[in-house]
């Protein structure tokens, strides 16, 4: 027996199953692996657009969490001012409306409806009467407060 007939065995072996792996990989794949690979690809689609309109509800996801605790790349966060760095926390949210709607806008970020910022200062049309609800609000506290310092 040659003493590097083992080796020369091994040596084979490994060839074999390198020529066999190779083969294996020039084969088409199978109907049935790319439908599910096709499946699998529209149901992370859904599962994403599922995870935005939870968000959009006001459920906190892990997502969620994680894009509120990331910030901008050290180099940057360090050229920030306090008031940048504090609307960059702000416009992390999900949210589109009021304050944050607004920063975004300022910011030039997209947002899907671009007047929904506009719902916290009311609209054109709403002015007169929020006007009035305000003045009314102010007339009641101002009759509490004297109501309280009489009594």
């Given amino acids: 027996m040659a003493p590097d007939l083992p080796l020369h065995n091994a040596y084979k072996e490994i060839m074999s199953a390198l020529d066999r792996s190779a083969e294996r990989a020039r084969l088409p794949y199978p109907p049935q692996l790319l439908e599910a690979i096709k499946k699998a690809r529209y149901q992370k689609f859904v599962n994403k657009q ?4 939870r968000e959009r509800r006001g459920e906190v996801l892990n997502s969620t969490l994680r894009r ?3 910030g901008p790349p050290a180099h940057v966060l360090q050229q920030m001012t306090p008031a940048e760095r504090k609307a960059d926390r702000v416009v992390r949210s999900v949210s589109e409306v009021g304050y944050v709607g ?4 300022r910011l030039g970020w997209r947002l899907k409806d671009p007047e929904a910022w506009k719902v916290e200062i009311g609209r ?3 002015k007169e009467r929020l006007d009035q609800m305000w003045k009314d609000v102010r007339q009641e506290n101002i ?4 109501a309280c310092r009489d009594a």
């Avoid at 009759?143 to 004297?146: E, G, L, P, Q």
């Fill in 68 to 70: 509120r605790n990331k």
């Fill in 124 to 126: 054109p049309e709403d």
């Fill in 102 to 105: 607004m920063l975004k806008r």
């Fill in 50 to 53: 599922r995870e935005i309109q």
């Fill in 143 to 146: 009759r509490r407060r004297n």
